[in-house]
């Protein structure tokens, strides 16, 4: 059973910094582009970052030059590095697994972040 749990996760003052951790189980992990998504109460879920296989990144216009998405395939885990977060950060975030060849898409269950003073 393919499993994506994320962590790290909490409160944080604004400007303040968090690492997301998302760890895969049942998946060829270095097969899979990763990403984290986020979703605001009354809001869609956004793109916030995405690392493909081969690791190229690309980021939300919001989040560009503050968040830094990494992965180590030796680990299964994909991680989100938060710098200087704002209020308008609070969400939910969701880690992604995606391998397109095959059609396979998966969901972690979220993890909550609030920035908060």
């Known amino acids: 059973q393919v499993q994506l749990v994320e962590s790290g996760g909490g409160l944080v003052q604004p400007g303040g910094s968090l690492r997301l951790s998302c760890a895969a189980s049942?998946?060829?992990?270095?097969?899979?582009?990763m990403g984290w998504y986020r979703q605001a109460p009354g809001k869609q879920r956004e793109l916030v970052a995405i690392i493909t296989k081969s690791g190229s990144t690309s980021y939300g216009d919001s989040v560009k030059g503050r968040f830094t998405i990494s992965r180590d395939n030796a680990k299964n885990t994909v991680y989100l590095q938060m710098n200087n977060l704002k209020v308008e950060d609070t969400a939910v975030y969701y880690c992604k697994a995606d391998r397109v060849e095959l059609g396979n898409t998966y969901w972690g269950q979220g993890t909550q972040v609030t920035v908060s003073s």
């Open positions: 049942s998946i060829t992990f270095s097969y899979y582009a």
